[in-house]
């Protein structure tokens, strides 16, 4: 076969990597694998699952009692301690249309989900608004959220709640630094991984006009309208289309990633368990912050009178609060029990395997998790399992299990991953 017929072949190849349908598969995959013994690094006992839902339905009954949840999205970070800090402001704007306030929404969301990795355990930011003190995925949010809102992202001063294209390529990590109350004594994980990461959404933002560009310049949320155009004549739009949108936009942002015929894979990886006869051999996708994204941007499109369908065509999240969840209550064990001790670069078999058997056990969790409940999947879809159980969950056995609730596993990252 000609290079540029392989190429082709491969391209293809990778574009069906790019969806929430291979996410899932190859981790249902990867799940089998462990259960029959398969993988270097892990034990799985799927015989723990029964008890980790009900510790997850207990949970979610207790944070919302009527089991009217929301989806997980980065809104609900926004909304600390009985305060939205963004919807009240939002509702009070004089916006011309929806789809003005759905662009800017789209700009919010995009970079503070960007800038959502963990955070480290030695940070934290005090919003002189509210008077509280935040830390982890609270703090990265409230830091975005007042960045944003002070016009840190827009190249117009009259006009201060967007991201502009030019101003993200500008940004620097002092920028960062100071919008997120960096200092020696206040360090945040990966600052100049953050800053690079939102430098280079800036410049795709330029180089694809087709995805990017409004009336005022090319942003974020230039998605928006692509997305509007996508529905169909009643408005719909399966969630699937979000998230497919946003690796084609996004792919090139994540540095010295994978790439398989000239597409760029974003979070994707290689294991060895993971067997193929194309070149697809060996790879596992995860997109986890894109999917995280996705649900993100679900209510700005409803809100813009899209309904998005098929929710549940997303995947659970492969970051540390679930995978955790799945290490404290016993169904994943590292069969080296020496491995706890290590620090494990992301690329690792040992976290890809952890990342994608998370994905997998999330969809054997959810429907568990609803039994207990006795609601089915139209009432507790599983972004809304994951709001109110699974990653509340993870985060409160980490703290019951070691000090400061850190992750069960020590990973290094350039604060794009986790």
Same mark, same amino acid.
């Given at each position: 076969?000609?290079?540029?017929?392989?190429?082709?072949?491969?391209?293809?190849?990778?574009?069906?990597?790019?969806?929430?349908?291979?996410?899932?598969?190859?981790?249902?995959?990867?799940?089998?694998?462990?259960?029959?013994?398969?993988?270097?690094?892990?034990?799985?006992?799927?015989?723990?699952?029964?008890?980790?839902?009900?510790?997850?339905?207990?949970?979610?009954?207790?944070?919302?009692?009527?089991?009217?949840?929301?989806?997980?999205?980065?809104?609900?970070?926004?909304?600390?301690?009985?305060?939205?800090?963004?919807?009240?402001?939002?509702?009070?704007?004089?916006?011309?249309?929806?789809?003005?306030?759905?662009?800017?929404?789209?700009?919010?969301?995009?970079?503070?989900?960007?800038?959502?990795?963990?955070?480290?355990?030695?940070?934290?930011?005090?919003?002189?608004?509210?008077?509280?003190?935040?830390?982890?995925?609270?703090?990265?949010?409230?830091?975005?959220?007042?960045?944003?809102?002070?016009?840190?992202?827009?190249?117009?001063?009259?006009?201060?709640?967007?991201?502009?294209?030019?101003?993200?390529?500008?940004?620097?990590?002092?920028?960062?630094?100071?919008?997120?109350?960096?200092?020696?004594?206040?360090?945040?994980?990966?600052?100049?991984?953050?800053?690079?990461?939102?430098?280079?959404?800036?410049?795709?933002?330029?180089?694809?006009?087709?995805?990017?560009?409004?009336?005022?310049?090319?942003?974020?949320?230039?998605?928006?309208?692509?997305?509007?155009?996508?529905?169909?004549?009643?408005?719909?739009?399966?969630?699937?289309?979000?998230?497919?949108?946003?690796?084609?936009?996004?792919?090139?942002?994540?540095?010295?990633?994978?790439?398989?015929?000239?597409?760029?894979?974003?979070?994707?990886?290689?294991?060895?368990?993971?067997?193929?006869?194309?070149?697809?051999?060996?790879?596992?996708?995860?997109?986890?912050?894109?999917?995280?994204?996705?649900?993100?941007?679900?209510?700005?499109?409803?809100?813009?009178?899209?309904?998005?369908?098929?929710?549940?065509?997303?995947?659970?999240?492969?970051?540390?609060?679930?995978?955790?969840?799945?290490?404290?209550?016993?169904?994943?064990?590292?069969?080296?029990?020496?491995?706890?001790?290590?620090?494990?670069?992301?690329?690792? *078999? %040992?976290?890809?395997?952890?990342?994608?058997? /998370?994905? $997998?056990?999330?969809? !054997? +969790? #959810?429907?568990?998790? =609803? &039994?207990?409940?006795?609601?089915?999947?139209?009432?507790? *879809? %599983?972004?809304?399992?994951?709001?109110?159980? /699974?990653? $509340?969950?993870?985060? !409160? +056995? #980490?703290?019951?299990? =070691? &000090?400061?609730?850190?992750?069960?596993?020590?990973?290094?990252?350039?604060?794009?991953?986790?």
């Amino acid at each position: 076969m000609a290079s540029s017929e392989t190429e082709q072949a491969q391209s293809l190849q990778a574009e069906s990597l790019l969806t929430p349908a291979a996410v899932r598969t190859r981790a249902q995959e990867m799940l089998r694998i462990g259960v029959e013994g398969g993988l270097t690094h892990w034990r799985v006992d799927l015989d723990r699952l029964p008890e980790v839902a009900r510790y997850v339905a207990e949970l979610t009954r207790e944070r919302y009692p009527t089991l009217d949840v929301p989806f997980h999205a980065r809104w609900r970070h926004f909304e600390l301690d009985g305060v939205d800090l963004w919807g009240p402001d939002a509702d009070a704007e004089d916006w011309p249309d929806a789809a003005t306030r759905a662009r800017a929404e789209f700009d919010l969301a995009v970079v503070s989900v960007l800038l959502d990795a963990g955070a480290g355990p030695d940070w934290s930011y005090a919003d002189a608004a509210t008077g509280r003190t935040y830390t982890r995925s609270e703090g990265l949010a409230v830091a975005s959220l007042r960045m944003f809102q002070s016009g840190a992202f827009s190249a117009d001063p009259d006009d201060p709640w967007r991201a502009d294209a030019v101003s993200l390529t500008l940004l620097s990590a002092d920028d960062l630094a100071k919008g997120f109350q960096v200092t020696a004594d206040n360090p945040l994980v990966g600052l100049e991984g953050r800053a690079a990461l939102l430098r280079r959404l800036g410049r795709q933002c330029l180089s694809r006009p087709d995805l990017f560009e409004l009336e005022d310049g090319p942003r974020p949320g230039g998605l928006a309208d692509v997305l509007f155009a996508r529905a169909d004549a009643e408005d719909r739009l399966p969630a699937s289309a979000i998230l497919e949108l946003l690796l084609e936009a996004f792919g090139p942002i994540w540095q010295d990633r994978l790439t398989l015929g000239g597409v760029d894979l974003g979070d994707c990886w290689r294991h060895p368990a993971m067997r193929r006869d194309d070149a697809t051999d060996g790879l596992v996708p995860i997109h986890k912050l894109s999917q995280w994204l996705s649900y993100s941007l679900v209510e700005p499109l409803q809100r813009a009178c899209v309904t998005v369908t098929d929710l549940d065509g997303l995947t659970g999240l492969a970051e540390y609060r679930n995978g955790g969840l799945f290490m404290d209550m016993g169904v994943l064990t590292l069969k080296d029990p020496t491995d706890i001790d290590k620090a494990w670069p992301v690329s690792d *078999p %040992l976290v890809v395997g952890w990342r994608s058997m /998370t994905v $997998a056990l999330l969809d !054997r +969790i #959810a429907p568990l998790v =609803r &039994a207990e409940l006795c609601v089915d999947a139209d009432r507790l *879809p %599983l972004a809304s399992v994951l709001e109110a159980g /699974t990653w $509340a969950a993870g985060r !409160r +056995i #980490a703290a019951e299990r =070691r &000090a400061g609730g850190g992750p069960p596993l020590t990973i290094l990252s350039d604060g794009t991953v986790f």
